[in-house]
């Protein structure tokens, strides 16, 4: 992942241009990134460490990693952050209102409302909301044909490619699913290729 320029999570949708707006926060963009890496390093606990934190936007960059202070504002406003948490890839990524700053404190927010679960004492419906913010892993040199065993694609179009995908992950998913005699691994390995199929084929 790169800090610069934005590394968008692979499979995540961008905001629509007429959705984008001004935002109502009272935050200073240097706030705003302290807040964010404050909020990750109370999620992640004991094991954080900042140089492991990777903070991706289109603001160049100093020698230290910090973006210039005085610098125009890029075309592309979005942020993804890239973590880990209990030792899984994590990333938050926002582009919903027109600064970096505005961006930053929506995943700062986020994710204090998402530590909010775990203090409440409902640790798993805390893993269950963390779900959907998983970084999408690399299949180690394979495609997400070979991985959900699909075949020749034969001049299917995209809508049929990717109903064939659906088709097979969930055939596959009955045995690799941990409650089937699979496992874990290969269930999120099965995980991973269907979200890279909707992300080639735009579902």
Known sequence: MEAYPLHWPEG???????LVEQSRFKVTPDAARRG???EIRRLVGYSYRRDNVIVSTNLRLRLDG???ASQRAPEDHGVAVYFKHKGKPMVFACDRWRLIHDNMHS???TIEALRG???WGASDMMERA????VALEHLEGETYAEVLQMGNRLGQSDEE??????????LL???AHPDHGGSNKEMQRLINARKQARAALKL
């Open 107 to 109: 995943i700062a927010k």
């Open 66 to 68: 910090e973006p210039y």
């Open 117 to 119: 679960i775990e203090r």
């Open 161 to 170: 490619w990717l109903a064939a995908a659906e088709r097979h992950f969930k």
């Open 130 to 133: 963390f779900t959907g913010f």
């Open 12 to 18: 995540w949708p961008r905001t629509a241009p007429h």
């Open 36 to 38: 964010m890496l404050e």
């Open 173 to 175: 998913a009955k045995e």
